[in-house]
């Protein structure tokens, strides 16, 4: 079992900058490959972006590139998602999710989800 919760969310202008948070308990934190979802009221769940157990190249979605980084720190067992330059398409509800034998980081198929935190964009 893995538990996750996130934090760092909450309202920002459109240009801003927010760090999301995601600490985890439970079964080692390094064995697991990491990502962050979104949900936004009236779409879809999508993945943000992805890394894999030992922080390799990170995969990032298309609508994050170039402004949202994904890190970890397994001493820490903590997952960030540092997003910049924010866009009010960014409002959504963000996760924190664990897969523990992920073969691709673009298809994450999260065993474990955290609860979410809200992020609004203020334009």
């Known amino acids: 079992q893995v538990q996750l919760v996130e934090s760092g969310g909450g309202l920002v202008q459109a240009g801003g900058s927010l760090r999301l948070s995601c600490t985890a308990s439970?079964?080692?934190?390094?064995?697991?490959?990491m990502g962050w979802f979104r949900q936004a009221p009236g779409k879809e769940s999508e993945i943000v972006a992805a890394?894999?157990?030992?922080?390799?190249?990170?995969y990032c979605a298309e609508s994050g590139k170039g402004r949202f980084t994904i890190a970890r720190d397994n001493a820490k067992n903590t997952l960030y998602l540092q997003m910049n330059s924010l866009k009010s398409e960014d409002t959504a509800v963000y996760y924190c999710?664990?897969?523990?034998?992920?073969?691709?980081?673009?298809?994450?198929?999260?065993?474990?989800w955290g609860e979410g935190t809200q992020v609004t964009v203020s334009s």
């Open positions: 999710a664990a897969e523990y034998r992920n073969r691709a980081l673009v298809a994450l198929r999260p065993d474990y």
């Open positions: 439970g079964r080692s934190f390094s064995t697991y490959a």
């Open positions: 890394i894999s157990p030992g922080g390799g190249i990170p």
